[in-house]
């Protein structure tokens, strides 16, 4: 069983930053590939990052690209999201996922392929 818990999310105004965390228990973090999705009220849950196990595969959603990044610190158990020149349209709850099984191009963009999920982080962005 893998427990996931994001922090970090807040309040910020348009343009500014924040970083959200996501520490899973349990062992073997470092086995598992890791996403970021979100979700704002009244749309489905959207794609927003993913990090491979090694670190050497990274992929972000077009609407992210350039201002998020994604990393991670298996010495720490963390995967970290930066997010930049944030924008009201990024208000969203937050979440942090694991994938068990090895993914591969398009499939780390499917929220179905993580098996494990935090409880969310809400993120508001201000005008």
């Known amino acids: 069983q893998v427990q996931l818990v994001e922090s970090g999310g807040g309040l910020v105004q348009a343009g500014g930053s924040l970083r959200l965390s996501c520490a899973p228990s349990?062992?073997?973090?470092?086995?598992?590939?890791m996403g970021w999705f979100r979700q704002a009220p009244g749309k489905e849950r959207e794609f927003v990052a993913s990090?491979?196990?090694?670190?050497?595969?990274?992929y972000y959603g077009d609407s992210v690209k350039g201002r998020f990044t994604i990393s991670r610190d298996n010495a720490k158990n963390t995967v970290y999201l930066q997010m930049n020149s944030l924008k009201p349209e990024d208000t969203a709850i937050y979440y942090c996922?694991?994938?068990?099984?090895?993914?591969?191009?398009?499939?780390?963009?499917?929220?179905?392929?993580?098996?494990?999920w935090g409880q969310g982080t809400q993120v508001t962005v201000s005008s």
């Open positions: 996922a694991a994938a068990l099984v090895p993914l591969y191009g398009s499939t780390w963009y499917a929220a179905g392929n993580y098996g494990y």
């Open positions: 990090i491979s196990r090694s670190g050497g595969n990274i």
């Open positions: 349990g062992r073997s973090f470092s086995s598992y590939g």
